[in-house]
Nanobody
């Protein structure tokens, strides 16, 4: 069993930056690939990025590539999502999740979800 808890959401102006944190706890948490997702009102949940357990390999969709960066602190079992050059269309609830593989994250079928944190970007 892995517990996933996000934090760091808030209100930011367009062009600003925000860093989200995700702590994964549980005996095997450090072996899971970790991913970030978002869901805006009335829209489907969207894959935002993912990293393998070591943090040495990451994946991003084109919609955030170059603006969002995922990093991982294995010692702290924490994954970060650094979001720069934020746009109003980035407004959503952001979720962190843990999965046995990167593929499971890309197809949005992770093993464990966090509760989400709201990010609002004002224009």
């Amino acid at each position: 069993q892995v517990q996933v808890v996000e934090s760091g959401g808030g209100l930011v102006q367009a062009g600003g930056s925000l860093r989200l944190s995700c702590v994964a706890s549980g005996r095997t948490a450090s072996s899971y690939a970790m991913g970030w997702f978002r869901q805006a009102p009335g829209k489907e949940r969207e894959f935002v990025g993912a990293t393998i357990w070591s943090g040495s390999s990451t994946l991003y969709p084109d919609s955030v590539k170059g603006r969002f960066t995922i990093s991982r602190d294995i010692a702290k079992n924490t994954v970060y999502l650094q979001m720069n050059s934020l746009k109003p269309e980035d407004t959503a609830v952001y979720y962190c999740a843990a999965a046995k593989s990167l593929h499971s994250l890309v197809v949005i079928t992770p093993n464990y979800w966090g509760q989400g944190t709201q990010v609002t970007v004002s224009s």
